[in-house]
C-alpha cells in the first residue's frame, strides 16, 4: 500500500532581508536536505509558514521545491485552508505542478464536526488523484481527529496517509487497529515512539537542521529493527527535537540554521526571530553536535 516512507522534512521557508522568498536559497537548502539523505520533502506546512503566505508565493514555494527536487525523493505540498475551494485549487495546483501527494490540516478556524470533515476532504479527494495525508494536530487546528475518525476518513478514496501529531503514541496504535492496510501512518512530534508502534514515516520538523541524523532513526527503526542503535541515534538528536518543540517550531529551526552557517532569515510576523536566550540555547546544541 505505501508509497510513500520514512523521515520527510516538513520544509522551513527561506525569506531574505526584506522577507520575500529566497529562491536560491531555497534551491540550495533543498540539494543539502537530498544530499543528506533525506527521505521526502513537504513544503507548505505550518514550518513552511503557509500562513502567511500570499496565493502567488504559495504557489511559488510549491513549484520550487517540485522543480528543485527532480524526482529525487518525493514532494508532499501542504494546501491546507480555511476555505474547501481554495483547499480544492490549492490541491489541483500542486498536482499540475507536478507534486507526489499532498497534506492537507483540517479547517482550523471552524472547528468541523465529523461530518464536515468528511465532507471536506471527500471533495478535495474527487477533484485530485494524489495521495492525501490527513494532518491531525489539534494545537493548530482547533480539531482533533480521532481514530474512529480517521478510520471514516480512510475510507475515502484518496485519503492513503495520516501525520499525527499528539503527544498520545497510542494513537498510532488505535489508528493502525481501525485502518488496517487502508492508512498509512507518519509520526507528528514522537517520530521514534510512533515507528516503535507501527508508523511508516515521520513528518519532521528538526529533520531540516539534521536530515541524515533524522533520516537515520527511521533506517535503524524500521529497516534495521535494530532498537539499541535506534535509541543512540534517537538521543542523539533529541536536543534538537527539544528545542524546535512548540513555539519554537520556526524561530528555533532558523535560528539552529543561522548558527550552523545556513542562514534562512527570520520568520514572518506575527512571529519573532528567537530572543537572545534562545539563540545562546541553539549556539550550544550546535557546538555540542558539532553541526557546523
Not at 478556524?109 to 485530485?128: G, N
Not at 481527529?145 to 484518496?158: D, G, K, Q, S
Request: net charge negative; charged share 25%; aromatic share 8%.
Amino acid at each position: 500500500m505505501s508509497q510513500f516512507a520514512g523521515t520527510y522534512s516538513v520544509l522551513i521557508t527561506p525569506f531574505d532581508k526584506d522577507l520575500k522568498v529566497d529562491v536560491e536559497r531555497l534551491r540550495t537548502f533543498i540539494d543539502w536536505q537530498i544530499e543528506q539523505g533525506i527521505h521526502g520533502l513537504i513544503p507548505l506546512g505550518s514550518t513552511g509558514e503557509f500562513l502567511s503566505m500570499t496565493d502567488d508565493e504559495r504557489h511559488l514555494v510549491a513549484k520550487t521545491v517540485i522543480d528543485q527536487a527532480g524526482g529525487r525523493v518525493p514532494v508532499l505540498v501542504g494546501t491546507g485552508a480555511e476555505n474547501t475551494n481554495d483547499v480544492i485549487r490549492y490541491s489541483q495546483e500542486a498536482e499540475q505542478l507536478g507534486a507526489d501527494g499532498l497534506m492537507i490540516i483540517p479547517p482550523y478556524y471552524s472547528c468541523p464536526t465529523e461530518d464536515e470533515l468528511y465532507h471536506h476532504y471527500k471533495q478535495v479527494s474527487d477533484a485530485v488523484s494524489l495521495p492525501i495525508m490527513i494532518y491531525n494536530n489539534p494545537n493548530a487546528a482547533n480539531v482533533d481527529m480521532m481514530p474512529e475518525t480517521v478510520a471514516r476518513l480512510a475510507e475515502i478514496e484518496n485519503v492513503a496517509y495520516i501525520k499525527e501529531s499528539t503527544l498520545e503514541i497510542t494513537r498510532v496504535r488505535d489508528i493502525l487497529r481501525l485502518c488496517g492496510d487502508k492508512i498509512g501512518v507518519f509520526g507528528g512530534v514522537l517520530g521514534f515512539e510512533s515507528y516503535v508502534e507501527g508508523a511508516i514515516g515521520w513528518v519532521a520538523v528538526g529533520s531540516n537542521v539534521m536530515p541524515k541524523e533524522f533520516a537515520d532513526l527511521y533506517t535503524a527503526t524500521v529497516v534495521e529493527k535494530n532498537l539499541d542503535r535506534a535509541r543512540e541515534v534517537y538521543h542523539h538528536i533529541l536536543p534538537v527535537i527539544d528545542f524546535v518543540f512548540g513555539h519554537r517550531y520556526v524561530s528555533g529551526t532558523k535560528a539552529l540554521l543561522e548558527s550552523m552557517g545556513k542562514s534562512v532569515g527570520h520568520p514572518r510576523p506575527p512571529r519573532l526571530p528567537s530572543p537572545r536566550e534562545d539563540k545562546v540555547w541553539a549556539d550550544d546544541i550546535v557546538r555540542k553536535l558539532s553541526l557546523k
